[in-house]
């Protein structure tokens, strides 16, 4: 057995951890911008609110989810060399819906960045209501990723 095998619960503990962290910042993150829409731009209020969002993207964030990749690539590469078949789950439907839902998080972490870009620019477009109501979307999408991984797609 290689090391990644040898040591897939402590890789899976770890990516696990690095999840959490980065699924409540992206939670979080969108709830800011909710409060964000109300301050005017160049206030002391919009300063605080673009020096949380920051502080959340670079602190706690963009960690997170880099652990989270990285963790997650040493599972695929672990589970290959213990499954029967090797590579060849990552075919699998449940594979295929977890690889999906990890790409599409990451597309919405890069969309929330822009956004916090926009903000401290002065130049959001997006209401109050859209950041309220996009917020479930991380979480959804969890949601999704846990039952793929979980099941298997086998009930």
């Not at 706690?60 to 990285?70: F, G, Q, V």
């Not at 029967?84 to 790409?103: D, N, Q, R, Y």
């Not at 477009?125 to 991380?138: A, H, V």
Request: aromatic share 14%.
């Amino acid at each position: 057995m290689t090391f990644l095998a040898e040591h897939f619960n402590l890789f899976r503990g770890l990516h696990i951890i690095a999840v959490i962290a980065w699924m409540a910042g992206m939670l979080y993150l969108p709830r800011l911008y909710v409060y964000h829409c109300r301050a005017t731009p160049g206030s002391e209020m919009d300063a605080t609110f673009q020096e949380m969002e920051v502080k959340l993207l670079r602190i706690i964030i963009n960690p997170a989810m880099i652990a989270t990749w990285l963790f997650g690539l040493c599972l695929i590469a672990g589970d290959a060399q213990m499954r029967p078949g090797g590579w060849a789950f990552l075919l699998t439907p449940w594979m295929l819906t977890k690889l999906a839902g990890v790409i599409l998080l990451s597309g919405w972490h890069g969309f929330l960045a822009g956004a916090r870009r926009r903000f401290a620019n002065g130049t959001n477009s997006r209401s109050e209501k859209f950041w309220r109501m996009s917020n479930e979307l991380p979480f959804l999408a969890a949601v999704v990723m846990v039952l793929a991984v979980t099941t298997e797609f086998v009930f």
